[in-house]
Structures are given as structure tokens and as C-alpha cells.
């Protein structure tokens, strides 16, 4: 439909009518409804009548086409000017067929699947009827406490801003196609912004920086999504520099709609406009939604501030109606955008079909290949790994068995589908045998017993351990990042009996390893692999994959040791450059600086040597970009993927700079014997920062290169 038909229905709307547009409901509320649909927050009485459901504007969390289709088709009846509902939900690593949650996802570091993860999803979401999915989240994560880390990218903007990008693309294709394409999904990016930075940890609360950390470390991936066309924004439920994000509105109109040029749908957070109150900065539900407009907030989930509040606050002149008239024409062109106008079911009646494609054959390959790449191999002692397929096989542990292996935000998927440990190794081991647990949070002596019983003739113990799936994700913050107690005296237990034990860890997050690594002979970092996480673990296991992920966050010694990441400043008495009889500088007395595993590690199967590490020039200038290349050679007799970093560090700055940044990375594949020149190119706003005052630019003066583990090479910004 053409604008001007969106501006004739804009004025043939009742006030009543444009504020029910902003109103965002779970499917339980229509017409039509199946279920109560996906519940992600609090539910409050809402006091919703028939009346004001059937002038919402958008459905949340409802899963299957029938569904959809019937609540729209109830709802088209009674709608006077025929504006159709948009449906939205978490499609966050999949619809049916679940990836690898998205920390294992940058794990990859592979952004061409990254893309193809998001394609498959929209595949599937669409056909299921969804047409936005409350997704990519990039917000960057330096705590892994928090227990939304599993759905991050990682600790580092630019691999997050590569991502985030890779998602939107990978959703939504061309954006300006979606009315046609309907395996196409629109993107909503979130949550704006810094709800990663939630202090100590722990969900929903406080976040407090330097506007400086905030546009340095926190904004970009936002940003890059933005820039790849996502249609939605989310808002965060933290405050930024003390206002609730929701009703912030030098963050969302200064920040987001000005300086980052977003002219789409914003939407709330589950109840984040009413959240205002609690948090201090509103008197009552009426100036909550009063902040929240201002702030360019068009549609209000799962509360209902506006639908109380908005009439009156217009009637009496506190507010414009062209701020509700703004964001009604937000909401009617996303609509008109996806063509719902012209087919509210976006081919789905025409074309059943389209659900086949649901759990494909070709999606769980998918799901396989990119699990197994997201893999990241920790420990690999006398190369223990891979193993022979003729070995005998004791596969114990709690994940030995179960298909509890999606992981958070996997409410569309269906454990049922998911391939466990045990189908995986079974399909290629000769002879395995298993013992499991019935929970990761307690196992009994007679479990333990077992194990140890069927580990005594095998020639190796494959020990399935970590997270149950509800231990991270939302809501799900813990103060001690260890595994749960009661599998220590089971790994105890197994390292007693002298065999090789190897280790493959199921987690939300990165965990304090003490306890286990030292007895483990190997230990594989599997994360949540999603549906095909069996099989995807026995390629690792058996070699068919060599592992090639790295980690996207660090992996603290311990929790005491939380916030640790790797772009960290240098500090005035830094431990690494004092000499090491030296006292004060800045240390821990119980503990090492490092983490226990940086940002960026992971081992492979084979070996890999960098060499012939050369530049363009020495000198960089606003008109002259700098090459830098890299010989990487494949120095083992396997075959091997290796992501090859550039890091930067800009030695002297007017701010403190990092003492090293991610500047690019590439993904590549060297069969034995073979080398590759990987060459990547910077130019000086790739050396911009944010100065106290916000101004970002770059200062002349000296660089230093670090590509690989130790080759080094300075150039000058001239
Ligand atoms: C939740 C989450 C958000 C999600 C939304 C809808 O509270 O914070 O990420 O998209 O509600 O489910």
C-alpha cells in the first residue's frame, strides 16, 4: 500500500483506535487463541476485555500458523478499517529446528553462518506464521554470572557488531522486499541498551558507566544491526546514566533515532514501560506512558500504561497526538512493510507447503554443521583426541542421556527432535557404554556407582557434564559460577579410575573450570548445541570435524576475578611490565591476573604456523589504508579451520586505551602441508575512539599489530 493509504487510514482512526495499535498482547487474550503462548515475564492483572483486544495492534509469543491464522482471521472481522495484527516472538537460535545458542554462534566466528542460522530460522518462523522474531540480541557481556550471556555474541564489540549484522541479514535479506518474500522475517534488535552490563550480575539490575564505555564498547553492535536494516528496537529494562532506557528520551530519540538515523518500530521490553514506576522515575502508570511516548516508544508489551492512560493524557493537553500519530504510522508501515495489508497471511493460505520445510533434513544438517564448528576444544592432553571409533566407550554424566541439550530461549523447539550424546555416539562408536543421571543439580551414589562400574572396561570415559538448559537464559543469574556441586564428587570419582577421561561441557555461560579441567584429559566447550547437539559432538569426538571454535568471552579463573576481559586498559602499575619480585602493581594475591581461558582461544586437532607478517607501509594516513598480511600454514596432517585475528593497540591515546583490540578476523580452511596469505586491510577510522568529550576521531602516534600468538609489527597514524 502506498503511504498516502496509510495516512488515509492514520486520519479515519478513532483515538481509541490508535492507542489500541500500540498495544502488544499474548495470543491468550484473541480470538481464535490455541494457547496462552510464549510467557516470558510477569503477568500481572491486566484487566484486557474482548472489547480492547480486538483494537491491539500485535500478538507476542504465539507458535504455530494455526494458531496465527485463526487469531487473525477472528480479529479481521471485527477490525472497522481492516488493519491487520503483526505477529512477533523469540525466535532467538531457531524456531523447530534449534542452533547452538548465540554465544556458541560467535564461537564460530564465522559470520557466513552466523547469516545461514538466521536464514533457516526465518524459513521456518515464517512458514509457522510468525513475521518478526525479537532477535538478534547483541548486548556485549563481560559477566557471566548474568544468565543471558548464552544469548550474546560475546565480550567484544566488533565480533558482536559482525554478528549482529550476519543475523539481520540472514532474518530479513533485502528489507525493502519483505511484502514479497515471505520467507523473510523482520529483525528486532535488542535490548537498548547495555542490559548486558548488569551490575554483579545479577538479572534486571542497575547498570551504571561512562557515557564514554557506553559509545565505545556497548552501542556499536546496536548500531551495526541498525545499519543492516533491522526493522524493530528493543528496549532494555536497566536504566542508562540513571533513566530507565524505556522512558529515556535523550537515548532513544538523541541516540538512537537521530544519531543513528533508526526510523522503525520501538517496542518495550515485557511490561518495561510500566517497570518505569518501579524503578522511581514515574509517580504512576500515566507518566510512565507520558516518558515512554517522548521517549518514541510505539508499542508497549504485555502492559497496558498507554491503552489507560493515552486518551486522557491528549484530551487534557499534556501530550500532542502527533506523538501517538508518529508512532501509529511507525507500526502501520512495519505492517505495510511485510504486505500485511495486502495478504495479512503472508502466503500461508496459498501456500501450506511452506510448513515442510520445518525440521528439513537440510536444516539439521545445518544445525549439525554449525554446532560442531561452535565447538570449542579447551584441553587436548597426549592428544587423546580424536578417538577411534573401534575404542571402547564409557559415556557417562548427566548429559549422557537427556535431550535437554537446546538451551534458553528454544521455547519453539521441542526436545523430543533433539539428537542426546548418547544417539550421537552410538551412531559412530562400535561400542559404547552409558551411564547416566536423572539431573546436573543432584546425583545419587548409586548413579555415581554405575558410572564408575561401566567406566572400569572401557578404554575411555566420555564424561557428558555441565548446565541443565533453565540454568542460564533469562531470569537465571547465579553468584557462583561453578558447575552444580554435587557432579564434583562424580568427576572425582571417574578420575580415580586412571583412564583417559574426556570431558564434554554443556553451559550457558562461561564457568569457573577448577575442579574439572585438572581432571580432565581433554575437554570440549559444547554449550547448548541445539537438535542435533549428539551428533554434532560425536564429529568432534571421532575427528570427522577438527574443532575450530574460539571463545567469544573469557573464561574466568574464578568468580572473585569477574568482570575479566580481554581489551582491558593497561592501569598505572601493570603486573606484566613491572618485574615480578614487584609488589605494587596491579595484582590479586590469591589468583593470576589472566583469565583461565582468554577471548579468542580454542585448540584444533592440527597445528597452525604464522609467519611473513608484513605491511604495507609503516605509516597509515586519513587517504592511505595499510594492508597487513599473514602466512598461515596448516603444520599438522589434519585437516583444519582457523580464524585468523587482527588485534590493534593504539599505544598512546588521550583517553587510556586497550591494550588490545579485535580490529578483523577471517575464517579459513588449510588442508595439511598447505599455507594461505591472509591479508586484511585498515584505514584510520578503523583507529577512531571516543574522547571524554564524545568527539570520535583518531591522534597521530604509534600502533601495535597482533596477529596469531607472537608475531608483532608497530605502524604510525600520520
Ligand atoms: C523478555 C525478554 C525479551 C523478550 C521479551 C518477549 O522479558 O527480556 O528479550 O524478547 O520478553 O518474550
Known amino acids: 500500500m502506498k503511504r498516502a493509504g496509510l495516512e488515509a487510514i492514520l486520519a479515519d482512526m478513532t483515538i481509541s483506535e490508535k492507542v489500541g495499535q500500540l498495544l502488544q498482547l499474548a495470543p491468550m487474550f484473541y480470538k481464535g487463541t490455541l494457547t496462552e503462548g510464549e510467557i516470558t515475564g510477569p503477568m500481572a492483572e491486566m484487566g484486557i476485555t474482548q472489547e480492547v483486544s480486538e483494537r491491539a495492534g500485535s500478538v507476542l509469543g504465539s507458535a504455530t500458523a494455526a494458531e496465527m ?11 472497522r478499517l481492516g488493519i491487520p495484527l503483526i505477529f512477533m516472538a523469540d525466535v532467538v537460535h531457531g524456531y523447530k529446528t534449534i542452533f547452538p545458542i548465540p554465544l556458541a554462534i560467535g564461537a564460530t566466528w564465522d559470520v557466513a553462518l552466523a547469516e545461514r542460522m538466521a536464514d533457516i530460522s526465518a524459513r521456518e518462523a515464517t512458514a509457522a506464521g510468525l513475521q518478526v522474531t525479537f532477535s538478534p540480541m547483541v548486548d556485549l557481556v563481560r559477566d557471566p554470572r548474568w544468565g543471558r550471556v548464552m544469548e550474546s ?107 543513528m538515523r533508526f526510523d522503525g518500530v520501538l517496542i518495550s521490553d515485557w511490561g518495561a514501560v510500566k517497570e518505569i514506576v518501579n524503578h522511581g522515575t514515574a509517580g504512576n502508570a500515566a507518566e510512565a506512558a507520558e516518558q515512554s511516548l517522548r521517549a518514541s516508544v510505539d508499542i508497549e508489551m504485555m502492559t497496558t500504561c498507554y491503552l489507560e492512560n493515552l486518551e486522557a493524557l491528549i484530551a487534557d493537553g499534556t501530550v500532542a497526538v502527533g506523538l501517538l500519530d508518529e508512532a501509529v504510522m511507525r507500526i502501520l508501515e512495519l505492517k505495510n512493510d511485510m504486505g500485511l495489508f495486502e495478504d495479512p497471511y503472508r502466503g500461508l493460505k496459498t501456500n501450506p507447503e511452506r510448513q515442510k520445510v520445518i525440521l528439513s533434513a537440510e536444516h539439521r544438517a545445518a544445525a549439525r554443521e554449525i554446532a560442531a564448528d561452535s565447538m570449542v576444544l579447551l ?100 553468584a557462583t559460577i561453578r558447575l552444580p556441586e554435587a557432579q564434583y564428587s562424580m568427576i572425582d570419582a571417574l578420575h580415580k579410575i586412571g583412564k583417559p577421561v574426556v570431558t564434554v561441557l554443556f553451559n550457558g555461560r562461561p564457568l569457573d573450570l577448577h575442579g574439572l579441567l585438572e581432571k ?27 574443532p575450530n571454535g574460539k571463545l567469544p568471552m573469557s573464561f574466568p579463573y574464578t568468580t572473585g576475578q569477574i568482570p575479566v576481559y580481554y581489551n582491558h586498559l593497561s592501569t598505572g602499575r601493570p603486573a606484566d611490565a613491572a618485574d615480578a619480585q614487584e609488589h605494587y602493581v596491579s595484582h590479586y594475591l590469591d589468583i593470576p591476573n589472566q583469565p583461565l581461558f582468554d577471548f579468542g582461544f580454542g585448540l584444533s586437532y592440527t597445528t597452525f604456523d604464522y609467519r611473513h607478517l608484513t605491511l604495507s607501509s609503516d605509516t597509515i594516513s ?97
Open 520 to 546: 580432565s584429559d581433554a575437554l570440549l566447550e559444547a554449550w547448548f548445541p541445539g537438535t542435533e547437539a549428539g551428533n554434532a559432538v560425536a564429529d568432534i569426538l571421532s575427528g570427522k570435524v577438527n
Open 379 to 478: 584441553k587436548n592432553e597426549h592428544a587423546v583426541l580424536p578417538l577411534a571409533t573401534e575404542k571402547r566407550v564409557a559415556l557417562v554424566g548427566p548429559l549422557a542421556k537427556t535431550q535437554d541439550v537446546l538451551g534458553a530461549w528454544s521455547w519453539l523447539g521441542d526436545t523430543r527432535d533433539a539428537v542426546s550424546v548418547e544417539d550421537g555416539m552410538f551412531a559412530q562408536f562400535d561400542t559404547v557404554d552409558v551411564a547416566g543421571a536423572a539431573s546436573t543439580e543432584h546425583i545419587t551414589e548409586a548413579e555415581i556407582a554405575e558410572m564408575v562400574r561401566v567406566a572400569q572396561n572401557a578404554d575411555v570415559i566420555v564424561l557428558a557434564l555441565g548446565e541443565a538448559s533453565n540454568r542460564s537464559g533469562e531470569a537465571n543469574s547465579i
Open 69 to 79: 491464522m485463526a487469531i487473525q482471521e477472528e480479529y479481521l472481522k471485527t477490525s
Open 153 to 259: 555474541t560475546g565480550e567484544d564489540s566488533y565480533l558482536n557488531s559482525e554478528m549482529a549484522a550476519s543475523f539481520v541479514r540472514g532474518y530479513q535479506g533485502d528489507a525493502t522486499k519483505l511484502a514479497e518474500n515471505h520467507e523473510k522475517i523482520a529483525a528486532c534488535v535488542k535490548h537498548f541498551a547495555a542490559y548486558g552490563a548488569a551490575e554483579a550480575g545479577r538479572e534486571y539490575n542497575t547498570v551504571d558507566m561512562s557515557m564514554r564505555e557506553l559509545y565505545q564498547h556497548y552501542l556499536p553492535a546496536y548500531e551495526a544491526a541498525i545499519q543492516a536494516g533491522s526493522k524493530l528496537v528493543m528496549t532494555a529494562f536497566n536504566v542508562v546514566d540513571g533513566v530507565p532506557a524505556t522512558g529515556n528520551e535523550w537515548l532513544m530519540r538523541d541516540v538512537l533515532r537521530k544519531e
Open 622 to 718: 586519513i587517504n592511505q589504508p595499510l594492508n597487513i598480511s599473514v602466512t598461515v600454514k596448516n603444520t599438522g596432517n589434519i585437516a583444519g579451520k582457523e580464524t585468523v585475528m587482527l588485534y590493534i593497540q593504539d599505544l598512546v591515546g588521550k583517553v587510556s586505551r586497550p591494550r588490545k583490540e579485535l580490529k578483523r578476523f577471517e575464517k579459513i580452511m588449510l588442508a595439511p602441508n598447505e599455507s594461505q596469505t591472509v591479508t586484511f586491510q585498515i584505514t584510520e577510522e578503523d583507529l577512531r575512539y571516543y574522547k571524554p568529550n564524545l568527539d570520535f576521531s583518531s591522534d597521530p602516534g604509534d600502533f601495535k599489530i597482533t596477529i596469531g600468538t607472537h608475531l608483532e609489527a608497530k605502524f604510525c597514524l600520520v
